[in-house]
Nanobody
Framework: QVQLEESGGGLVQAGGSLRLSCAAS????????MAWFRRAPGQEREFLAS???????YYADSVKGRFTISRDNVKKTVYLQMNSLKPEDTAVYYC???????????????????WGQGTQVTVSS
């Protein structure tokens, strides 16, 4: 059983930056594909970025060049560095984990077994 806990959300002005963290406990972190998703009010859950256990990263076009995913297998933590934030980035951000998810399918939320509770990010204009 894997537990995930996100942190680092908050209120930031447009153009600012935030770094989200997702700490994992249980399981073998280094073998998991880790991913970040978000859900804005009234919208579907949206894939943002993933990092396979091989360290291959994959980004949604909407955040490519602005967001960076990274992981620290010693700390069992995955990060999402978010730069040049826009009001439309306002959402609840979730991390997800699953050892069975391949790099090519890592954008699909239904494939992930473990999810965090989410952290709110609000970007003011």
């Amino acid at each position: 059983q894997v537990q995930l806990e996100e942190s680092g959300g908050g209120l930031v002005q447009a153009g600012g930056s935030l770094r989200l963290s997702c700490a994992a406990s249980g399981g073998t972190f280094s073998t998991y594909t880790m991913a970040w998703f978000r859900r804005a009010p009234g919208q579907e859950r949206e894939f943002l970025a993933s990092m396979h256990w091989s360290d291959n990263a994959y980004y949604a076009d909407s955040v490519k060049g602005r967001f960076t995913i990274s992981r620290d297998n010693v700390k069992k933590t995955v990060y999402l560095q978010m730069n040049s934030l826009k009001p439309e980035d306002t959402a609840v951000y979730y991390c997800a984990a699953d050892a069975r998810v391949s790099y090519v399918n890592s954008w699909q939320p239904a494939l992930y077994e473990y999810w965090g509770q989410g952290t709110q990010v609000t970007v003011s204009s």
